[in-house]
């Protein structure tokens, strides 16, 4: 069960819902984010709820019966809107695409990346400074300073970014330069991570374990949101079967499910859920048809030369077509009333 509380709640008024709670045998915890106070109440007992919405501290009480109660779309119907300021939002009827190298290597890098995407019409930039990599000799990222030289030169631009974050350690060091922070698929189920990020106030934009399920998915995102954090974005970006033709196959039956178990925004990356250039424009777009709300792609002023993940990167000639492409099947489906975006 979910009770939204009043903002101006008196410390009298919650103590008697919690008195009440109490009586009836259920656990509770209670939950502050920036957008409101929530008191979650956990056990199987019967209770008329009219007799909790009636209560001086509650603003609104939903008997919601699974685990990921936060983010489950059964009690809050409306789709959560990550607002980035400047006109930027992720979740409203627009498909927002995301775009950038797998790692950020030098000031000319982005320099380059940056005008392009300015000329896309792109306002948001990935980029990984701290690279979780498969093996221990492989290029593992510029850190903090790359971070400091990608953050200032995308915000002269008006681009808000988008990278990695490894560890609870280093979100103070990095909070100032980033506008989302990205957990990523080898930290889904990092417990003390998304503790940390729910006390942080920006966007965390949550991968999808290598082998993850939907649910475990939605329990870590409800992980942040119980932290008190409400501006979670998840992504569907593959996981591992048994087919080796590709790095690992792109789950797009898991946009329309999460799109209907929870109010969260989700996005597709068909860079990582394929591993193949090839592969990236006919997964973007079925990933629109789907009903992602977005898509995030590496891209690479020369693939060849990238230092990780060349082989899934477009180029700014394909990443151009994509755009376009995106932008009328967008048209398309709006004027056909197929889907609203
Ligand atoms: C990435 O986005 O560069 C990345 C490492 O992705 P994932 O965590 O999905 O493997
Ligand atoms: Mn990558």
Redesign the pocket.
């Known amino acids: 069960m979910i009770i939204q509380l009043k903002e101006n709640a008196s410390g009298k008024e919650s103590d008697s819902l919690k008195e009440m709670l109490e009586s009836k045998s259920f656990r509770f915890k209670t939950v502050k984010t920036q957008l409101g106070k929530y008191l979650i109440a956990l056990g199987n007992n019967e209770i008329d709820i009219r007799s909790i919405g009636n209560l001086p501290a509650v603003r609104d009480v939903h008997a919601v019966n699974d685990k990921q109660q936060l983010v489950s779309s059964k009690w809050k119907t409306s789709p959560t809107v990550i607002q980035l300021g400047n006109d930027i939002k992720i979740g409203d009827e627009s498909f927002r695409v995301i775009a950038g190298p797998?790692?950020i290597e030098d000031k000319e890098q982005v320099n380059g990346m940056r005008e392009f995407l300015s000329e896309q019409h792109i306002q948001i930039m990935?980029g990984?400074v701290f690279?979780?990599r498969s093996s221990p000799y492989s290029f593992r990222g510029v850190g903090i300073e790359g971070l400091k030289y990608f953050s200032a030169l995308c915000h002269e631009n008006n681009i808000k970014v988008i990278t990695?974050v490894m560890e609870a350690e280093k979100i103070e060091a990095m909070y100032p330069y980033v506008d989302i922070f990205?957990?990523?698929?080898?930290?889904?189920q990092n417990f003390n991570l998304l503790d940390a990020l729910g006390k942080v106030d920006k966007p965390v934009l949550l991968?999808?374990g290598?082998s993850g399920t939907l649910d475990e998915l939605l329990y870590s995102a409800e992980y942040i949101f119980s932290g008190g954090n409400e501006r979670i974005i998840l992504?569907e970006?593959?996981i591992r079967t048994f087919e080796k033709s590709y790095r690992n196959t792109l789950d797009l039956n898991a946009i329309p499910l999460l799109k209907e178990k929870t109010h969260l925004p989700v996005i597709v990356?068909p860079?990582?859920g394929t591993g193949k250039k090839e592969l990236i424009e006919p997964m973007t777009l079925a990933g629109l048809m789907s009903g992602a709300d977005g898509v995030?792609i590496?891209i690479h002023k020369n693939p060849e030369k990238a230092v990780?993940?060349g082989a899934q990167s477009l180029n700014f000639k394909q990443m151009e077509t994509l755009n376009q492409k995106v932008k009328m099947t967008s048209e398309f489906l709006n004027e056909t009333l197929i889907r609203n975006f």
């Open positions: 797998c790692s990935r990984g690279k979780p990695e990205q957990v990523g698929a080898r930290n889904s991968k999808r290598v992504c970006r593959g990356d860079s990582h995030m590496e990780s993940d």
